[in-house]
């Protein structure tokens, strides 16, 4: 899946010189964290956050009235005074993996996506990242997630798929994930229904562990020292 089939193209952007207060209004009313920052011919030069208006913003420890001066000032900065300069960018043409992977690693909540001259072409939010992830996994339908713990062999999602079928299941995805044990791995299979019971006893029968989704994630978690 690409970027150019998940990025928001009605895009909402900003020039550098408009002020923190329209900026902050902006991004209230259309519900965004996320304002990319262009020049007049639309290349993008910037990126400003909620957070940078926040940060901007007085300390709420001054007295009223300093505080209130203060933000007065504030409000009437231009953008282009906060916003991050030549921030990171991907292309359309990228994977939303890729994508995912850069927003992981830069702790970032939102990548401008632009052509090969800099000109913006839309903007890749984790939001838009949730949407991919509902449409692939097609958890928005009725079911049920199991977490079957397999040992690293072949033939072992053939057992698994062999089983719901043989139910009469449809399987809305499925995905293969690493467990705590390296031998092993966590088979996460959306099943289309919430009868599940057949399902769960073949699969005991022939030897399966099938823990709750939960306690999976939790195990991953780091653990304090």
Request: glycine fraction near 6%.
């Amino acid at each position: 899946m690409f970027v150019s089939g998940r990025m928001s193209k009605d895009l909402i952007a900003a020039g550098p010189d408009m002020t923190i207060f329209e900026a902050k209004k902006i991004m209230t009313e259309k519900n965004i964290r996320h304002l990319p920052v262009i020049d007049p011919a639309g290349k993008l030069i910037g990126i400003v956050t909620d957070r940078d208006v926040r940060d901007a913003m007085p300390s709420i420890l001054l007295e009223k009235a300093d505080y209130e001066a203060t933000l007065a000032k504030v409000m009437n900065h231009p953008i282009g005074d906060i916003m991050t300069r030549n921030p990171l960018t991907i292309y359309a043409y990228y994977t939303i993996q890729d994508s995912l992977l850069v927003m992981q690693k830069k702790k970032v909540g939102a990548l401008p996506v632009i052509d090969e001259e800099g000109y913006l072409k839309g903007i890749l939010s984790t939001r838009d990242l949730i949407n991919a992830f509902v449409n692939i996994m097609n958890i928005d339908e009725p079911g049920t997630l199991l977490c079957i713990v397999v040992k690293q062999q072949q033939g072992q999602m053939k057992k698994i798929v062999d089983i719901i079928t043989e139910e009469g299941i449809s399987m809305g995805s499925v995905l293969v994930a690493r467990f705590w044990d390296e031998e092993k791995r966590a088979i996460f299979p959306y099943l289309l229904t919430n009868n599940v019971i057949n399902v769960k006893k073949k699969l005991y029968d022939l030897g399966f562990e099938i823990i709750d989704p939960m306690k999976w994630y939790l195990d991953q978690l780091p653990k304090k020292q």
